[in-house]
């Protein structure tokens, strides 16, 4: 084989990893991708193959602060991750932790040889969990094929199917947006599982109103007691579920608010919408507390901030 072959240079792309196949010669790999930010999106479409972590060598640096979820098109993965074995195949969700994975066989379907996947990768910093949180779920296969699973499968694909249209902009944009709805999907998922989540069915139920929380964040209405109503529980309890997080919901709320206002502020894309439209695209209904908020939270006013952020260089 020489260096630019197929096999040579999708074994290259997993350092840290051996890539094995019985079709070295004739192998395929290919696909299509969307970066959006910190987020990328992929198509991958490979021969069948098996993928182990290397013992010894290499350096597999690159993958260790990154999550995946696998959704397979065509064919099955089946894959070892800590000491979980999964059989994954199309129509359902796998999310896994690249440090923990020891290794995985793809392979095709009936209809065609090659593997085919949806796939989702991105750093863990960006999800609201902790690695206990996540436990629960990581490594195992859940189904795809209704409610959050779903809509997650066909916003990927659309995204895929779409990259060349998105401005680039609108890729920083939708990579929030899909982190989101990530953070959602797996709240969910930590909830079902919650016997193996800390604190039990509370703390499931905790992660899922967090996430709930930033699907509705333009919501000028979102208030204790609306969230409390989505989940048929009383407002006393949403506060009591909210006092491990050491801020009253009303305060986690607005965090929330301002880290977004805060992003809009930066981009050059909102340079011409003006602060208090910013304020109010997420759910601030009176410009003053907004920027009082806002110099509380960062130490300059919303206008400063936005000087800085687009005239610096970097």
């Known amino acids: 084989m020489t260096a630019g072959d197929p096999f040579d240079l999708f074994e290259n792309h997993l350092a840290g990893l ?23 999106v992929a198509v991958k479409s490979v021969s069948p193959m ?9 350096d597999g640096a690159w993958h260790d602060e990154q999550y995946q979820i696998v959704m397979p098109v065509h064919g099955t993965i089946t894959a070892t ?51 206990a949180d996540l436990d629960g779920v ?3 296969s859940v189904r795809g094929t209704s409610g959050l699973g779903a809509v997650l499968r066909n916003f990927t694909a659309t995204l895929a199917d779409r990259r060349n249209a998105l401005r680039a902009a609108d890729r920083s944009r939708l990579g929030v947006a899909l982190v ?36 509705h964040l333009r919501d000028p209405g979102l208030s204790p007691r609306e969230i ?12 009591r579920l909210f006092q491990d997080q050491s801020e009253t919901v009303a305060a986690w709320i607005k965090g929330r608010r ?12 909102f340079r011409a919408l003006p602060i208090h439209a910013v304020a109010t695209r997420w759910g601030f209904v009176h410009p003053a507390d907004f920027s009082r908020s806002f110099r509380t939270a960062y130490g300059m ?4 901030f936005r000087h800085h952020a687009l005239t610096t260089p970097g």
């Open 50 to 58: 098996t993928v182990r972590r290397r013992r010894t060598g290499g």
């Open 301 to 304: 006013t919303p206008s400063d």
């Open 228 to 239: 409390a109503a989505a989940h048929h529980i009383s407002v006393s309890y949403l506060h």
């Open 180 to 215: 989101d709805l990530v953070t959602a999907f797996l709240a969910g998922e930590i909830e079902e599982s919650s016997g193996a989540c800390p604190g039990g069915p509370r703390h499931g139920l905790a992660l899922r109103i967090q996430a709930y929380i930033l699907m």
């Open 138 to 140: 990581l490594g195992r």
């Open 18 to 40: 051996e890539v094995t196949t019985a079709h070295d010669r004739a192998f395929q790999a290919g696909g299509r991708e969307a970066d959006l930010g910190a987020v990328q």
């Open 258 to 269: 301002l880290e977004r206002a805060r992003r809009d502020l930066a981009d050059p894309a």
């Open 81 to 131: 991750w800590g000491a979980r074995d999964a059989k994954v195949t199309p129509g359902e969700v796998y999310a896994h932790d690249m440090a923990r994975l020891e290794g995985c066989a793809m392979t095709g379907s009936a209809e065609r040889e090659e593997f085919e996947m949806l796939l989702l990768a991105f750093p863990r910093s960006l999800l609201p969990f902790g690695a």
